[in-house]
């Protein structure tokens, strides 16, 4: 598989990095309660590291809201 990068996206972000992947014999379902309860832990985590006037500077967050 080969995965192009329009040139002018590459210059804008240089350190841009693609990953894919293939899934195979994947179940899906409607819910899963563990998966669930790990959602509620790491939406509680970051909202206890972080608050809406801070999370814009975070570096990962800005990268992503930069690329968008």
């Known amino acids: 598989m080969e995965i ?3 040139p002018d996206l590459r210059n ?3 350190d841009l990095k693609v990953l894919a992947f293939s899934v195979k014999d994947m179940k899906v ?3 899963k309660d ?3 309860e790990f959602k509620k ?3 509680d985590e970051v909202r206890r590291r ?3 006037e801070t999370v814009k500077d975070v570096p990962v ?3 992503f809201r930069d690329f968008f």
């Open 4 to 6: 192009m990068i329009a």
């Open 34 to 36: 563990e998966l669930e």
């Open 29 to 31: 379902t409607n819910r």
């Open 50 to 52: 972080y608050s809406l």
């Open 12 to 14: 804008r972000f240089p």
């Open 41 to 43: 832990q790491v939406f």
């Open 61 to 63: 967050f800005r990268t």
